[in-house]
């Protein structure tokens, strides 16, 4: 089966750090992609992670542990903008037919106060 | 270019009806996923399509169905409508299936059961 855990909300404020983890346990992993959804837009894409280790773009990183199951996002400077949910979703691929999907976890809402 | 596009963005049905929705990828991606997106599920894979072939599927009930045209629109139907359908429908369209590269969402189609 697939599990994707996500914390459901957290509260920051302007100019701070916030660290959003994400713990998963699939079935055939094959990367994993953060997202962002401001309320009543479409998700756009943010990172994307295959291999262990931090990528960096901007104000934005994600960190990957394929061996725990584990990813993170981090937001640097944060801005009142930045207040939205953030998705992880895992690229599971199935051991019956080899197909691929991805599978998301529930999100998680970043308010961020002045 | 020209993002995802969904239509109808609203739609309001009874129980028993059905409903098709639809929609545009952005040009030159062949992949279209459809997800659903409830507050307390999050986005939960329905299915994806590619070159006209449903390449994967998710774990809901045969009412809901999809089809892909040759010029790579998609469009999504549920038949015998349950007031548990209401949610937001999104696609996403890559130039890849399986989830490879990251996903173009649009902005969604809210589907409101009566």
């Known amino acids: 089966g697939q599990n994707i855990d996500q914390p459901t909300e957290m509260t920051a404020t302007e100019g701070a750090i916030v660290q959003i983890n994400c713990t998963y346990q699939?079935?055939?992993?094959?990367?994993l992609f953060w997202y962002q959804q401001h309320a009543g837009e479409a998700p756009t894409f943010l990172s994307y992670?295959?291999?262990?280790g931090l990528e960096e773009k901007g104000r934005f990183s994600s960190f990957l542990s394929r061996s725990k199951g584990y990813s993170y996002l981090l937001l640097k400077e944060l801005q009142m903008k930045d207040s939205a949910s953030y998705l992880c979703?895992?690229?599971?691929?199935?051991?019956?037919?080899?197909?691929?999907?991805?599978?998301f976890g529930t999100g998680t809402r970043l308010l961020v106060s002045p | 270019k020209a993002g995802v596009t969904q239509t109808p963005r609203y739609l309001i049905k009874t129980r028993g009806q059905q409903v098709t929705l639809s929609c545009s990828p952005i040009?030159?991606?062949?992949?279209v996923s459809w997800y659903q997106q409830t507050p307390g599920q999050g986005l939960q894979f329905l299915f994806e399509y590619f070159s006209e072939t449903q390449r994967n599927k998710g774990n809901f009930p045969g009412r809901f169905s999809g089809r892909q045209f040759s010029n790579s629109r998609s469009e999504m139907n549920v038949s015998t409508l349950e007031l548990g359908d209401s949610a937001l429908y999104l696609c996403?369209?890559?130039?890849?299936?399986?989830?490879?590269?990251?996903?173009?969402f649009g902005d969604g189609t809210r589907l409101s059961i009566l």
């Open positions: 979703a895992v690229r599971d691929i199935s051991m019956n037919t080899g197909f691929q999907k991805l599978v």
């Open positions: 699939t079935s055939g992993f094959n990367g």
């Open positions: 996403a369209s890559s130039p890849t299936e399986g989830g490879g590269q990251p996903q173009h």
């Open positions: 992670n295959v291999l262990d």
């Open positions: 040009s030159g991606h062949r992949s």
